[in-house]
């Protein structure tokens, strides 16, 4: 079932050095449960198209339907998720999870044991407690994630959310997502500029392409589920990883 519609989707930034058309023509239906992942060069707008999606920021023309309806604003069905885990740190891990649910005004007492299951499900149990200076980088990032899941939301935006961290802790994150991915099935879209994460996460990658940002090639991966590291191995990787390297290649821009 279709969830998300994006439809002749164009956005330019008014800036001090002129403007900026930072995407151009972009279609793109996203199913229910599906996982999405968006690749590219820095600066091809896969975060502007992320922050559109999520309804923080207005494109400059197209359309964005939800269910079949336009989302002009935030709504509570998403749940986001930055590179930065960005947590108060007076606050506890529990309490930065119930940080949502009080904004929203969501009862707490039945938010707290929510809260207590999410920071169990990222593998935080015995963490509740702990403030955020007392925790590395990636239980920081799983205490984010846990917050963008108190709220029940059906769709999940992650803007790089691992890239911030050690490669070896990126991965094991890489497939605890995709462990809560499949039990909780929310429809995700997974900003990277890491061609090896798209495809190992992703039902389907968009790759993308910069100045002005436009989707390249939107490619099916029909990799077995679940994932497993040594699928980066694979003839059939390998084949992925070449033709999303050629279309941004192609498109003049080297990918580190
Ligand atoms: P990516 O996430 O792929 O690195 P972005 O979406 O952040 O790309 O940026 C796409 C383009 O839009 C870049 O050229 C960037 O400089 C420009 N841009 C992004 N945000 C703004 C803004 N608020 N004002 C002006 N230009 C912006």
């Known amino acids: 079932m279709l969830k998300i519609k994006i439809e002749n989707l164009f956005k330019v930034y008014n800036s001090r050095s002129g403007r900026i058309s930072a995407l151009e023509d972009i279609n793109l239906d996203i199913q229910q449960k599906?996982?999405?992942?968006l690749v590219g060069p820095s600066g091809c707008g896969k975060s502007t198209l992320l922050k559109i999606?999520?309804?923080?920021?207005?494109?400059?023309r197209g359309t964005l339907l939800y269910d079949g309806k336009p989302l002009l604003q935030p709504t509570r069905d998403v749940g986001i998720v930055?590179?930065?885990p960005v947590l108060l740190p007076w606050r506890s891990a529990l309490d930065n999870?119930?940080?949502?649910?009080e904004i929203l005004g969501l009862d707490i007492e039945e938010s707290r044991p929510r809260a207590m299951d999410l920071l169990k499900l990222v593998g935080l149990k015995g963490f509740e407690a702990s403030y955020p200076r007392e925790l590395s980088g990636g239980m920081q990032q799983r205490v984010a994630l846990s917050r963008a899941l108190i709220h029940?939301?059906?769709?999940?935006?992650?803007?790089?959310p691992f890239a911030a961290l050690d490669a070896m802790t990126r991965e094991?994150?890489?497939f605890e997502l995709l462990r809560i991915w499949h039990a909780h099935k929310k429809t995700v879209v997974f900003v990277t500029h890491n061609i090896m994460e798209a495809i190992l996460l992703a039902?389907?990658?968009?790759?993308?392409?910069?100045?002005?940002?436009?989707?390249?090639?939107?490619?099916?991966?029909?990799l077995p589920r679940p994932r497993t590291l040594n699928m980066e191995f694979t003839p059939e990787f390998k084949v992925y990883s070449d033709e999303i390297r050629s279309v941004i290649y192609h498109s003049g821009t080297v990918v580190a």
Not at 152 to 160: F, G, H, I, Y
């Open 34 to 37: 599906e996982f999405i992942t």
């Open 53 to 60: 999606i999520g309804a923080l920021i207005r494109p400059s």
């Open 82 to 84: 930055f590179q930065e």
């Open 97 to 101: 999870v119930l940080l949502p649910a």
């Open 152 to 160: 029940n939301p059906s769709v999940l935006l992650m803007d790089e």
């Open 172 to 174: 094991e994150l890489g």
């Open 203 to 222: 039902d389907r990658v968009v790759a993308m392409s910069p100045r002005p940002g436009r989707i390249a090639k939107i490619l099916k991966i029909d």
